[in-house]
């Protein structure tokens, strides 16, 4: 991690004018650009002769860190052609023309005609399990199948988390895994989900960048659930597919 703050050293000196001070930046995004297109897990040597490792998502971060400060001490860097990224997709900025209100009537329109639509259809045709297959129930959580799962979780939070899921990761879910299981083994054994992991954070993203971001169809809900609420979805995932996998239960060629 020391070459990549060592890449960004000359930002930080004084500078005689705006123009050194780009001048600078743009030397240091063209060292941490060359830094972070090192292979993951092949050491760098540092001035001191140590060598490092750090993982893509950390990388990720540092960079995206440092870009956010000097895009805004300095503005031209965001036309440069080191900064210069595509635009996301659904990454377009929101029209006044459409708040929350618009939105939220826009997809309950939608759910609607789609409940009319389907109401009425016949009932959906099932295949018979074969003899001796059941599922009687789940079986109970241990503090290690917390641990384990929850630090194969990926670095995304929801704005509900209290910290971040790194951190929750790192520092704290050996401290939370044996509350956790209770609640989870509770949530198994009666076969009721937490409603408070049920709640999510909407963000309406744009289907694709060249449609009309003042049209509520342009928009697609994108639902944020809390680490939490993912990390007992695993669990309970892992059960199913064990039990299905076994019983042959899935389809040759499900994907």
């Not at 050194?20 to 030397?27: D, L, M, P, R």
């Not at 989900?193 to 509520?216: E, H, N, V």
């Not at 639902?223 to 669990?235: A, I, M, P, Y």
């Amino acid at each position: 991690e020391r070459d990549y703050w060592h890449a960004w050293r000359p930002v930080l000196a004084p500078r005689d004018s705006p123009r050194q001070f780009e001048t600078a930046i743009g030397v240091s995004l063209g060292r941490a650009r060359r830094a972070r297109h090192t292979p993951v897990g092949v050491s760098r040597p540092s001035r001191s002769g140590s060598y490092c490792e750090m993982s893509a998502s950390r990388i990720g971060s540092v960079v995206r860190r440092i870009l956010s400060v000097c895009e805004a001490v300095c503005p031209s860097v965001r036309a440069t052609s080191w900064s210069r990224r595509p635009e996301r997709r659904g990454h377009a900025p929101m029209s006044s023309a459409v708040d929350a209100g618009d939105l939220h009537r826009f997809f309950d329109e939608k759910v609607a005609g789609v409940r009319a639509a389907t109401d009425g259809a016949p009932d959906a045709l099932y295949s018979t399990a074969p003899l001796g297959c059941s599922l009687a129930g789940f079986q109970p959580l241990a503090v290690d199948d917390i641990v384990t799962a929850a630090r194969a979780l990926p670095d995304k939070q929801c704005s509900s988390d209290p910290l971040p899921t790194s951190l929750l990761k790192d520092n704290y879910i050996d401290v939370l895994a044996p509350f956790l299981v209770v609640l989870f083994n509770t949530s198994l054994k009666l076969g009721a989900f937490p409603s408070p992991f049920k709640a999510a954070y909407i963000t309406p993203l744009l289907k694709k960048p060249d449609l009309d971001p003042a049209d509520a169809k342009s928009f697609r809900p994108i639902s944020n659930l809390s680490v939490l609420s993912k990390l007992l979805e695993r669990l309970v995932a892992r059960q199913l597919i064990d039990y299905l996998t076994a019983f042959k239960l899935l389809p040759e060629l499900q994907s």
